[in-house]
T-cell receptor, first 113, second 113 residues
């Protein structure tokens, strides 16, 4: 199994500012995934972060808005830049474990005011 | 783009009733997973089904993978208030076990005592 520590767990931010979310895994993993989730709704993949290369972004998400760092095999950050109220959401990081099981952090609940 | 249509979106039932959640796609998935998520937490894996026609049971939960590996169902017998939560189906594409997960829209289940 993989234990993922994600922080902050929640934050309230002013529009126009940026927030960096950190994700720490207790084991080395090749890929880390960043998702966005509206409360009570499904998960939408933002990007896949590989160590040593640029992140791969899904349609509708761009690096300028959601820059990602992946400095080593156990850590990644997602920044939500120039925030607007539409960015209010839950952001989750995830890794794959044995048997293609996905493990998730507890999420970061972001409110932009 | 592979899509998973999950239904119903909301279920509100009394304790002791049975229920079924469906997950359908026009695409073939190499595996399909069901997750349960509680508020303030990330999704937690319930089961993975891999073989067409496969049926797995987890106490009062029965999971089925369609013969063509395009659809799946989750059946809960004698639901209890502790079953309340967000249920998500998720499929992995192609012939690999790892990589991008496609999530259904989610089903919010509320079981009233």
């Amino acid at each position: 199994s993989a234990v993922i520590s994600q922080k902050p767990s929640r934050d309230i931010c002013q529009r126009g500012t940026s927030l960096t979310i950190q994700c720490q895994v207790d084991s080395q993993v090749t890929m880390m995934f960043w998702y966005r989730q509206q409360p009570g709704q499904s998960l939408t993949l933002i990007a896949t972060a590989n160590q040593g290369s640029e992140a791969t972004y899904e349609s509708g998400f761009v690096i300028d808005k959601f820059p990602i760092s992946r400095p080593n095999l156990t850590f990644s950050t997602l920044t939500v830049s120039n925030m607007s109220p539409e960015d209010s959401s839950i952001y989750l990081c995830s890794v794959d474990g044995q048997g293609a099981r996905a493990f998730f952090g507890q999420g970061t609940r972001l409110t932009v005011v | 783009t592979q899509l998973l249509e999950q239904s119903p979106q909301f279920l509100s039932i009394q304790e002791g009733e049975n229920l079924t959640v469906y997950c359908n796609s026009s695409s073939v998935f190499s595996s399909l997973q069901w997750y349960r998520q509680e508020p303030g937490e990330g999704p937690v894996l319930l089961v993975t089904v891999v073989t067409g026609g496969e049926v797995k049971k987890l106490k009062r939960l029965t999971f089925q993978f369609g013969d063509a590996r395009k659809d799946s169902s989750l059946h809960i017998t004698a639901a209890q208030p502790g079953d309340t939560g967000l249920y998500l189906c998720a499929g992995r594409a192609g012939g690999t076990s790892y990589g991008k997960l496609t999530f259904g829209q989610g089903t919010i289940l509320t079981v009233h005592p």
